[in-house]
């Protein structure tokens, strides 16, 4: 366990954050999607999950905060690229046209990874699992 820092008198495990808050959320950039707050705790709890199940989710979560991560890598990169080009004494759209489908590249490989994500978390839990899952997400306690 480790404490994360937010003085609140508690620590988490990795992986592991403070309220259910947005699983997926949006939260409007590369680094959204599956905004992990504490989901290994709360979904451990209200699926019932056993320790199997759990190190699966951990794995699952784990590999796509690396994708979020490098999303977010792509996006300082290409803010930077973007950035530079207001340097020159013309403005090269060709540059900034591959710059931009760039930025659509690094969103669609986000994006896939999510959908990977569920796919996976769909086949580790059984049927009323997904059912209290499908739940949550319906009540807002997750969000998509």
Partial sequence: MRAHGHGHGHDHGP????GPGGWFGPGG??????????????????????EAQLASLARIIDDLKTERAQAAVDERRSAAALAD???GETFDEAAAAAIVDERVASATRLQKAVARALGEIHGLLGAAQRSKLATLIRTGMLSI
């Avoid at 992986?15 to 403070?18: L, M």
């Avoid at 707050?37 to 209200?46: A, E, Q």
């Fill in 85 to 87: 080009l207001f340097l």
């Fill in 15 to 18: 992986g592991e954050g403070c």
């Fill in 29 to 50: 950039g590369p680094g959204a999607g599956f905004g992990v707050r504490r989901p290994l705790r709360f979904l451990g709890h209200r699926l019932g999950l056993d």
